[in-house]
């Protein structure tokens, strides 16, 4: 596997591979990698010929300074992990090299895909993702990219920032891994004490009992339930959304609305985790 450190050396690689008729895909990750990441690696690695990871925990996709700092970093074992899964290069860029002119987000228009959910709580979260997203997407060129539905909201917006740009990238959707328990992977996993490690286990279990009750209950009342369940754990609920998967815009009525998501942001502790489930 090849470590690649600056945007130059990338672009020559990059070169040498599409002019052997290589198809390049491309994985953007945080690091502290596990499991989930490593199923859009291998995902990658059936569908193309070479395999780029970027690792970076961009700055301006953070609208809470604690979670910067104490965001898991562990290069090491990224590094082996992704030996053992196939992957042919590594990216670790320097934040200088992806921000030249400073730290900064661009600003950007989701036609409304922003504007609810993760948006709505983490303000300026989804450009600094689409500005690090479009930079890598400059800098790799690769022919497929592939996101998590661990994320869904994050995917539909790269989703929508390619048809916008008319990026020349298909961007391929991995579902959700999950611990044998039920909990979504997730980095942040790692921080959870031992009592909220067990509590978030609720996490699935309330989502799955949600698609149960809305089988014979309106939207109005799933969301009601979802919310009491949540108050009898420790857990402690910042939103609870049903949305067409679509358009990401909350649905009142279920038999108008075309494919259904249920989508969750909890805090156990200190730390934010999200998931989603599809309901119908
Ligand atoms: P992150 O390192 O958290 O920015 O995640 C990098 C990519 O991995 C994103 O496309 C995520 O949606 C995806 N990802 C993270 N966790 C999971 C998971 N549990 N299952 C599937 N994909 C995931």
């Known amino acids: 596997m090849i470590l690649l450190r600056t ?10 591979q599409r002019q052997s008729g290589r198809q ?3 994985v953007p990750t945080m690091g502290a990698l596990h499991n989930g990441h490593i199923s859009l690696v291998k995902e990658s690695v059936n569908q193309n010929d070479f ?6 925990v961009n700055p301006t996709q953070f609208n809470n300074a604690d979670d910067l700092i104490n965001y898991p970093r562990t290069e090491e074992a990224d590094i082996a992990l992704l030996e053992s899964s196939g992957c042919d290069a590594v990216f670790f860029p320097a934040a200088r090299d992806i ?13 409304g895909l922003e504007n609810r959910m993760e948006g709505k709580f983490r303000p300026g979260h989804f450009d600094g993702v689409a500005t690090v997203v479009k930079r890598f997407l400059e800098i790799i060129r690769p022919h497929r990219a592939y996101f998590g539905e661990k994320d869904f909201q994050q995917l539909r917006i790269i989703q929508e920032l390619v048809k916008d740009l008319e990026l020349e990238v298909e961007i391929v959707p991995v579902p959700i891994i ?15 004490t031992q009592a909220m490690r067990e509590e978030s286990v609720k996490i699935l279990k309330i989502l799955q009992e949600a698609g149960v009750f809305m089988k014979n209950h309106t939207i109005e009342e799933t969301k009601k339930f979802v919310e009491e369940r949540f108050g009898n ?8 959304e049903i949305a067409d998967e679509e358009t990401l815009q909350p649905v009142s009525d279920k038999e108008s609305s075309g494919k259904l998501r249920g989508f969750v942001a909890a805090f156990a502790g200190e730390i934010r985790l999200i998931d989603n489930i599809s309901l119908n």
């Open 7 to 16: 945007p130059s050396e990338v672009s020559d690689l990059v070169d040498k």
């Open 233 to 240: 754990t420790e857990l402690k609920l910042e939103y609870f």
């Open 99 to 111: 921000y030249p002119a400073g730290e900064k987000s661009e600003n950007f228009e989701f036609h």
């Open 178 to 192: 999950r611990e044998a328990d039920g909990l979504a992977m997730s980095s942040r996993n790692t921080r959870l």
């Open 51 to 56: 395999t780029i990871v970027s690792v970076f």
């Open 24 to 26: 390049i895909g491309f």
